[in-house]
């Protein structure tokens, strides 16, 4: 039981400041599970609140999923887009929000629209505006089975394709965390690569033996795949609460479905003072410390609301944090991975095929919890062979995780070296 607590903690301490929302018979906030989310989408909220066009679409993958997606096609001057498409993809508890937080003069989503792209920004499968299915509901279990290999599998082809078959155009790609991990693995495999121009990819997730972030640290070494098969009665809480969906805001009440309000700071104080963390400043212990954000601005995606993802996702990922590698999900046994792979253990992902004339463009910061600066010297390492010409590597010793998509200085540290490296591609 103590693990598992200690899970929802490192959890829970990323939701200190956000905003709860009333609560269905599920335990899950109504705001979340509602089906018509575009009476207050992104389009209206974040973008022609600040005098810019934009369209919602809505793209099915192969496996279903219904994903919502913001199209910027013109600057603020209503000039149309005269240059090629841009696909935005957020990382892990994030969505298309994170492009558009920050005012329009920061704001990766906005800057390119300014500078003449043609911006199309993705929510991926599970995220508020992208709750819908062909034949499933948020609330099977069925509808949570998934992992970022399933991100990178239909998730990112399907939008690839939706824009490039909407526009005519190759793409170029920007992808924040998880969605270069999405990016990595597909390009691995040689997909969607006939589609795009470029990638940039910013705070790069590959290589996580070395993440030193204690709060990633704690959930991957407790939140064992096993305790979803677990039989023995101190676990069943996980099923009552169906936990197959992971929503950062909710995890404080699940505390207090364990003990009482009072029991559950406490267990929170205690942790921290365990991990040694000041939990007054949970996001830094978990991304890093962060340089240059707007506590303002902070708030308000906070507000917005850190983004549910499937429980089954940060499994995975916490199995890349424990053994180093990057390969499929690990089923935790022998016949349950022959059932899914042919092969008793996960097929490994090689970064090393990647093609070597794909241009890519690669950021990260020095004082990063999650895209460590060892790590990804092994990411560099697995390029090494990339042409030199193809490969732009831009290292910001100050920035953490956050500061890539937030930070007040952004559009000079690294937006525009992205427009001057989409440029030339």
């Known amino acids: 039981m103590a693990n598992i607590v200690v899970s929802l903690v490192s959890i829970a301490l990323l939701s200190l400041t956000t905003a709860q929302g009333s609560t269905n018979f599920h335990g899950i906030p109504s705001s979340v599970t509602d089906h ?26 192969d496996d279903g999923y219904i994903l919502s997606l913001q199209r910027l096609p013109a600057g603020r001057s209503g000039h149309k887009a ?10 892990l508890f994030c969505d298309a929000l994170s492009w558009l937080i920050n005012p329009p003069d920061e704001a990766l989503g906005f800057i390119l629209a300014d500078n003449g792209y043609d911006v199309w920004i993705s929510n991926t499968r599970g995220t508020k505006y992208s709750r819908s299915h062909r034949s ?17 599998s239909y998730d990112l082809p ?14 170029h790609y920007v992808g924040h965390s998880l969605g270069t991990l999405m990016a990595f693995t597909a ?19 590959s290589h996580m033996r070395q993440v030193n972030s204690p709060i990633a640290r704690t959930f991957a070494d407790t939140f064992l795949a096993e305790v979803r098969q677990a039989s023995s009665f101190k676990y069943q809480f996980i099923y009552f609460i169906e936990f197959d969906e992971m929503i950062p805001s909710v995890v404080a009440k699940i505390l207090d479905l364990v003990t009482s309000r009072e029991g559950s700071t406490r267990l929170v104080e205690g942790i921290c003072k365990t ?29 917005h609301g850190l983004q549910s993802t499937a429980t089954k996702n940060l499994i995975h990922l916490s199995q890349m944090i424990r053994t180093g590698n990057i390969a499929k999900y690990d089923y935790g046994n022998i016949l349950k991975n022959r059932q899914n792979y042919g092969q008793p253990f996960p097929p490994p992902y090689d970064l090393t095929a990647i093609p070597k004339d794909f241009p890519l463009f690669v950021s990260y910061g020095g004082l990063d919890m999650l895209s460590e600066v060892n790590g ?15 490969l732009v590597v831009l290292f ?28 030339v591609n």
């Open 36 to 61: 018509d989310f575009h009476i207050d989408g992104i389009c209206e909220t974040a973008v022609e609140t600040k005098g810019y066009q934009c369209e919602e679409h809505k793209v099915e993958t």
């Open 82 to 91: 005269d240059k090629p498409p841009v696909l935005l993809q957020h990382g």
């Open 136 to 152: 499933l509901s948020p609330n099977d279990a069925a509808f949570w089975n998934w992992s970022w290999d399933e991100l990178a």
């Open 158 to 171: 399907a939008l690839v394709k939706y824009v490039h078959n909407n526009t005519a155009q190759k793409i």
């Open 187 to 205: 390009f691995s495999r040689g997909q969607v690569l006939d589609m795009l121009r470029s990638a940039a990819l910013l705070s790069p997730i």
């Open 275 to 303: 991990l040694r963390i000041d939990c007054s400043k949970p996001l830094a212990y978990f991304t890093g410390p962060n340089c240059c954000l707007n506590s303002t601005l902070l708030n308000s995606l906070l507000d």
């Open 376 to 390: 990804v010297k092994l990411l560099l390492n697995d390029l090494k062979s990339h042409d030199a010409n193809n």
């Open 396 to 423: 910001r010793k100050e920035y953490a995780h956050v500061d890539f998509f937030m930070a007040t200085n952004v559009k000079q540290v690294l937006y525009d070296p992205i427009i001057s490296f989409f440029q």
